[in-house]
């Protein structure tokens, strides 16, 4: 027997492991972790993205569990234009809106959600030359959250590329009855579809904080046992763009959640998906035992 970690909860069962193409998965307990980490190698992103979303959902079909709940995606020279796919610059040759559209045509090839109900995910640009993915997959129910404040991510215009991020801004997903753990989408400075404040980081955090706000309060709405929860208690990662930006980013967060929740967020150097962003945060909020008295047992 063995156990696999699920955001803090746990799946107790028999282990099992597999490599479908350039995808490595583990599975216990009707839920599945995967990674893939692909070479570039001068090759067009969205032919690459399209293929590691294959390999992707094959290893679900190999590990029987149907649903991706949460991914994280890591592209190489996120802003620079895709050579390999267009002979000349245009607006849809950055490798973002490649991989978009990479990414899209996997999800609607195998029969996923690619629009509404799509996973959260986020994307982040690193340096090097490796297509990086990681994913959370499993057989519980889902439910996406929008975000009342911005347009789903799904329906951008097309100024933002020739297709659309397939990202839902955070997803419910149903461990157990009555909890819901609360995966947040990577979350930035963006109100309906515009990014907001350009050069500004600290009113950018205060903008993507405000957006957490947010998301939260629908997620409420949509489970009304999360009423009550706050974007302090997230287990937050924080992207910053710019390294000298750091301790602008760590102060805004302890002034709006306090010292204790800014220093127990995980603080990483990436680009974020749009040139003028320069900080994004992502997590998840673990659900909060159900008192006996709501479960219907005498206290």
């Given at each position: 027997?063995?156990?696999?970690?699920?955001?803090?909860?746990?799946?107790?069962?028999?282990?099992?492991?597999?490599?479908?193409?350039?995808?490595?998965?583990?599975?216990?307990?009707?839920?599945?972790f995967g990674a893939l980490d692909q070479v570039c190698g001068g090759r067009p992103l969205a032919d690459l993205a399209r293929a590691a979303y294959a390999d992707v959902f094959a290893s679900l079909r190999d590990a029987g569990v149907p649903r991706?709940?949460?991914?994280?995606?890591?592209?190489?020279?996120?802003?620079?234009?895709?050579?390999?796919?267009?002979?000349?610059?245009?607006?849809?040759?950055?490798?973002?809106?490649?991989?978009?559209?990479?990414?899209?045509?996997?999800?609607?090839?195998?029969?996923?959600?690619?629009?509404?109900?799509?996973?959260?995910?986020?994307?982040?640009?690193?340096?090097?030359?490796?297509?990086?993915?990681?994913?959370?997959?499993?057989?519980?129910?889902?439910?996406?959250?929008?975000?009342?404040?911005?347009?789903?991510?799904?329906?951008?215009?097309?100024?933002?590329?020739?297709?659309?991020?397939?990202?839902?801004?955070?997803?419910?997903?149903?461990?157990?009855?009555?909890?819901?753990?609360?995966?947040?989408?990577?979350?930035?400075?963006?109100?309906?579809?515009?990014?907001?404040?350009?050069?500004?980081?600290?009113?950018?955090?205060?903008?993507?904080?405000?957006?957490?706000?947010?998301?939260?309060?629908?997620?409420?709405?949509?489970?009304?046992?999360?009423?009550?929860?706050?974007?302090?208690?997230?287990?937050?990662?924080?992207?910053?763009?710019?390294?000298?930006?750091?301790?602008?980013?760590?102060?805004?967060?302890?002034?709006?959640?306090?010292?204790?929740?800014?220093?127990?967020?995980?603080?990483?150097?990436?680009?974020?998906?749009?040139?003028?962003?320069?900080?994004?945060?992502?997590?998840?909020?673990?659900?909060?035992?159900?008192?006996?008295?709501?479960?219907?047992?005498?206290?």
């Open positions: 027997m063995a156990q696999a970690a699920r955001d803090g909860l746990w799946a107790a069962g028999p282990l099992r492991e597999g490599r479908r193409g350039g995808v490595h998965w583990r599975a216990a307990g009707g839920l599945c991706l709940l949460r991914v994280w995606n890591y592209l190489p020279a996120i802003h620079d234009d895709d050579a390999a796919a267009l002979d000349a610059p245009s607006e849809a040759s950055e490798r973002y809106r490649q991989f978009n559209i990479g990414r899209q045509a996997a999800f609607i090839a195998e029969g996923h959600d690619a629009f509404a109900g799509s996973p959260a995910a986020c994307a982040l640009g690193v340096d090097g030359d490796v297509l990086s993915l990681r994913f959370i997959a499993g057989a519980v129910p889902t439910e996406a959250v929008d975000n009342p404040r911005q347009v789903p991510a799904w329906r951008y215009p097309g100024q933002y590329g020739p297709k659309a991020p397939t990202f839902s801004r955070a997803s419910l997903v149903d461990f157990e009855p009555d909890r819901s753990t609360l995966m947040v989408s990577g979350t930035a400075s963006i109100v309906g579809h515009g990014s907001c404040h350009p050069g500004d980081v600290r009113a950018q955090t205060r903008e993507t904080l405000a957006n957490l706000d947010a998301v939260l309060a629908q997620a409420a709405r949509q489970r009304p046992a999360l009423a009550g929860r706050h974007a302090r208690e997230l287990e937050a990662t924080v992207y910053v763009r710019h390294a000298r930006d750091l301790a602008a980013v760590q102060d805004e967060l302890a002034t709006a959640w306090g010292e204790p929740a800014a220093r127990r967020a995980v603080y990483l150097r990436a680009d974020v998906c749009r040139r003028e962003l320069l900080v994004e945060i992502e997590g998840h909020l673990d659900p909060m035992p159900v008192p006996a008295t709501a479960a219907g047992v005498a206290a």
